[in-house]
């Protein structure tokens, strides 16, 4: 097995990943290497879990901490009249599809031999990193905003990681976590490139489960992109090994309070402009300050989808619409309703299309914010179901 290496895009300079990094010394983030390809010959049919796909990830062996991560269910539900595929990536052990990430950038850190580690997040991925550690005995510090669904905090703190709550933005948070840096390993999700290198099982998960097919197009709820650039280098390995020969089309969603890629999208620029922000529901993608922003950017052009903005008044009604059909999911997710709504409407997205929309946290982890959104109170009295009466 060779050992797998990582680049920067800024300085150029090529690292081994033979030992904790998350960034490179003149600053930039980090990316690894392109794969070397993946064929339906190599996966392992036997793995209920994302590990059906190891053979693709760049891993000097097998995983040492699983909790079954992955193979999450694909369903099909009708939408404004459409037939739309919904990945369930809600269904993952802790809730939200971080755990993709998060396995296989733990078990990257285990075999370089990481020791106490840290995290900022907006409450998923902390509480997926925070979890991960858990079972890997890796004692484990997670920043959080102290606004922060009271879920997601409980979550982490019940797995025995130091929770820090920070009062401020979203990027007060990350602040707080680069002071740690010294006392412990920044395991950053947005930073560490393994975290990516996880979720491009998606995109052969999406392949495998529409029969070798990849689909028209993708909707992801959008924050720093990792799903997006997940999606698109495994579809780059499928290209590379000629399994597939199209590519989806991937529509980044933002909540337009907080829509950093929107704006550097519509002013044709593949650096961050200054945009105006407000609060959001959609927590988890409340991101000013994204890091790959060129390369999201440039996935985004290079499939021919977009950036799709959601307003805050869109987010309660794609809450109860997904009630309504039997899926149960936190606000950051449901703005992945509101935006398919707005591209059948005008025409972007086909009704006779193959979508996939990206449902990427459980309703539980939010359910008191959901509560308020839907004006459920506890005396309120729901509609009579007809028997019951
Ligand atoms: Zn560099």
Known sequence: MTIASYDCPACRRVYAADRPLWRCDCGSHLNLAPGRGFTRGQIAPGEASLWRYAAALALAGAPRVSLGEGWTPLVLRHWQGA???????????TGSFKDRGTAVMINHLIEVGVGPIHEDSSGNAGASIATYAAASSIPCRIYVPAAAPRGKLVQIAASGADVRAIPGTR????????????ESFYASHNWQPFFIEGAKTLAFELWEQLGFRVPDNILVPTGYGSNILGLERGFDELEKSGEIVARPRLFAVQAANCAAFAAAWAAGEDKLVPFATGPTVADGIATPKPVRVAEVLGALRRSRGGVVMVAEAEIAPAIAAFGRLGLFVE???ATAGAALTQLLRDGTIGADQVTVVVLTGFGLKAAERIGE???????QRLPPLGWAD
Do not use: H, N, Y
């Open 171 to 182: 990027q007060d948070v990350t602040e707080a976590a680069l002071t740690a840096i010294g």
């Open 331 to 333: 606000p950051t997710a």
């Open 83 to 93: 037939e739309v595929r919904f990945k369930l990536e809600s269904q993952m052990p």
């Open 373 to 379: 959104l839907l004006g459920i109170g506890t005396e």
